[in-house]
DNA sequence: TATGAATGAGCTTTCATTCAT
DNA sequence: TATGAATGAAAGCTCATTCAT
């Protein structure tokens, strides 16, 4: 329905992994059946095998498309100098990411349990807490690590809890962009001295501009 | 092993929802069978049908009991003043509710596919929502009702984030703590004028006995 | 059909088994499905995993049980001298053996295959190895060995190849039991110089009751 | 490896029917799929239905081919006089046919089951059987009759069994053999005066009342 | 307060086979 | 002389659930 079959030639792999995409996020990697998925497609099961040797096939699959932008992002932030700006550029490339990324990270946060026993490196997890390392100067103290994750946290779980809230997308979105850049700056605060040497400036910069 | 049989009699039940909640956040509700709950306490799978209808039951069952302390938190927010004050003292028995509550916590995330369609009202989410509703002004700028909620999610994440790192457990809780509650006042310093007019009043309490 | 459902109470394992030896016997183990056993039983798929773990543990039960005898056998074999006598004995218990055996031993046949990758000391090569080496002399010469080895395998392919034959069962197996004691006396000629010595004393022990 | 593209032109066929043959011998016909024929021919399934109309097809055209020169030495026997040299010489070039065919009967006796369906006369178990028919006087002694047969199963098992004997195999053929001429002989004893009244009477004693 | 025995529905996966290209 | 893409049927197996005892 909607495409006719030789519109279909060709592209079946992607349409399965698009249905399965939606669906696992839906309902879980384990609550969705290949049954489901096939006749979502109008072909048979088999078809699926064609094109996938196991269901996890299908999700691995899925999981690697969707980690790439941020395996590129983290490549490229291994490049860079270990400065605040390196890391207020991560955090802006993150927040837009996350903008279409979103299907995405609702079918990761869904299926969280299912890819766990993926081989290590595999998980999303293991993407998270590289990209938080990148964020996060082991010698600060605690306090600010602490901030210095929270920028990369929030950016999820603000996203997610505000999803209720009837505003523009775009202004939620850059409101969230400007509290992480605020963490961010704050984790940092100490150890820029440029930055904190106002005598009383607060270590919350004002961040008029923030973006 | 462990448990003579003398001493299971009549703890059936509670020992049917450890080894479920321990299951579930292994690997998940879907995942778990109830096979597997039954061989791990050396009972039958009949012998679950005594204690529960069903295994949705079994879950739901678990859930009330974790949710309880939550809910009786959620009750007593909702009697105070709408103050400052009352948001950190949230925050702060949030907290410390969090610390001997990861497991359920884990359970929770693992599952909560599992457990949105049960009734409305009856998830996490709900909870979480009905929690941050408390911590948010609605009448604030966009970048503060950020912060009001992210005082709450940092402690999930931070808590999640920071489990491989080998601190002090303590430590770490305080200084997420301290964290949370900084956004908490930096949420609130506008329109809490007596509390950030102040000309060297930091808008960051140092909270010298956050606990 | 023939039992009622109520005298099938407890006895369903065995008859699995039963069905299973006969079908197994007929198709192949591959060729047979746990559908057609089940049907056959009129019970659904699912009870017969209830009995069986899988359905190659029913072949395994059934080649254990099949198994038993020749294993008593063999170890009744190895407790006796290595004399003519004994190998004689072996013969002719074994023959008998194989009198009521014969299903099983189809079974066998057909299945060789099937049950090549079993655990090692699990197959019925491996009984029948064992037992010849009960009836070979590894110091004779070559010639006689396979005159040892003969008499156990005459056993089984003469009973096969006479199955179309017309003729009184018991004769059959009786003139086939002769041909392998013969075998074996041969085969034993040369190292037991009092029995073959005597000029006119026959290399064939009169074993006048051979049964 | 092994052999190019190249040279893999035109002789697919005798390639599939090559391939087949080994796994068929390794695990059985129904065991194997023709997915794994393919896959180790580096041909798409489709292909194998290029050149055959069915998987049975390959199986009977390989069967074909094996049983060919047994048929030739079964055409040849029906046409020489029934006397014991006609058969000694039939066991001969059966001894010889086995030589080089061990693969092919490795495949026939994995297989049994899944011919026993071809058209009657078909079958490997036909051809034993008028083998045996050739070897063998109906108006003998059932233990005579016994003797002819074995003759020629002889050679199937105790080729078998000897398998993991540590000797030269050609030694090994010729020692089969000997047993097999020589049990003949016993077979025809009776008939044949002038072959066992020779003075130099063989080790092989006209066993007056074995029985 | 449990168990033994079973079921019906559904699962993932594999198979031999087909056919347009 | 093949391949790419698919199918219909069936396989082995697991699951939540039931019920007489």
Redesign the interface.
Known sequence: MGSTPQARRGDTRQRIQDVALELFGE??Y??TSLREIAERLEVTKAALYYHFKTKEDILISIFQDLARPLDELLDWGRGQPRTLETKQELVRRYSLALENALPLFRFM??N???MSHLRPGETLKDR??AM?DLLRDPEA???D???G??AL??M???QF??Q??E?DPE??RK??L??AL??LA?ANAREKPGASEAP?A???PDTPDAR
Chains 1, 2, 3, 4 share one sequence.
């Open positions: 309902q879980g384990e609550k946060q869904q969280q349990a299912a998270m807490l938080s103290p605690l306090t690590q602490v901030r994750l929270s946290f929030v999820h779980t603000a809890a505000m209720h809230l505003a202004e939620k409101a969230i400007e509290v605020d963490l704050q009383d607060p270590n919350i």
